[in-house]
């Protein structure tokens, strides 16, 4: 009954590979958002997607790239992976009514070697 | 570009005591403000939300005010137990943009 669910929960991978983080939220949202936490634990936005399309893209490396196949799913990323991408990701969904409560996803911590 | 911030950073208190968070944010034009709990290694469980017309929220023991013309918010929690033991997250739902941006949080911990 998760409302944010994010896969995998925990990811290892070398440096250079190519990986990806899937989001599904179950609420009926419009917009969902993909959060970096560093290791200052400081969250940032990454992208946010309303109804399928990009409407947010902060300061973030072309190697990051979020797909969204529908509204309920927005997947993330990662091409060449690089030490300094080694962070929590989490991924949110919000109603697009104007005064509504964001959801969080558990996170998903990945640890590039 | 709204900045949020949170005070104190960290905050040890006996288990019983009244307790109050602070976070202020430079841009009064937000939508509402969202306090969210972090344990740690987990995700953010969300509190309260306060809208922007809002002064208050109240859930439990917990209540979270809102001023918005002095760009402040506090979340007061009662009688504090240390099951409250977490970093404590407000975030502020920027007004011309979609994006929620967060303070720094306070790490909290209640000694039994």
């Known amino acids: 009954d998760t409302a944010v669910s994010q896969t995998p929960k925990y990811l290892v991978t070398q440096m250079g590979n190519d990986k990806s983080i899937k989001c599904e939220q179950n609420?009926?949202?419009?917009?969902m958002y993909w959060y970096k936490q560093d290791s200052k634990k400081f969250l940032k936005i990454m992208f946010s997607?309303?109804?399928?399309?990009?409407?947010i893209n902060e300061t973030v490396p072309n190697r990051f790239s979020p797909k969204s196949p529908d509204k309920a799913h927005l997947n993330l990323h990662i091409n060449s992976l690089e030490l300094g991408d080694s962070a929590v990701y989490f991924c949110?969904?919000?109603?697009?009514?104007?005064?509504?409560?964001?959801?969080f996803g558990q996170g998903t911590r990945l640890t590039v070697v | 570009k709204q900045e949020v911030t949170q005070i104190p950073a960290a905050l040890s208190v006996p288990e019983g005591e009244n307790l109050v968070l602070n976070c202020s944010f430079t841009?009064?034009?937000?939508?509402?403000l969202q306090w969210f709990r972090q344990d740690p290694g987990k995700g953010l469980t969300s509190l309260l939300l306060?809208?922007?017309?809002?002064r208050e929220q109240t859930s439990g023991r917990l209540n979270a005010s809102l001023d918005k013309s002095s760009g402040r918010s506090t979340l007061y929690i009662a009688a504090s137990q240390p099951g409250d033991s977490a970093t404590y997250l407000c975030?502020?739902?920027?007004?011309?943009?979609?994006?929620?941006?967060f303070g720094p949080g306070t790490r909290l911990s209640v000694l039994p």
């Open positions: 997607y309303n109804n399928k399309e990009l409407i």
């Open positions: 841009d009064s034009a937000i939508y509402n």
């Open positions: 609420l009926g949202h419009d917009t």
């Open positions: 306060i809208q922007s017309s809002q």
């Open positions: 949110a969904s919000r109603s697009d009514r104007m005064n509504t409560e964001a959801f």
């Open positions: 975030a502020a739902r920027d007004f011309y943009g979609q994006n929620f941006v």
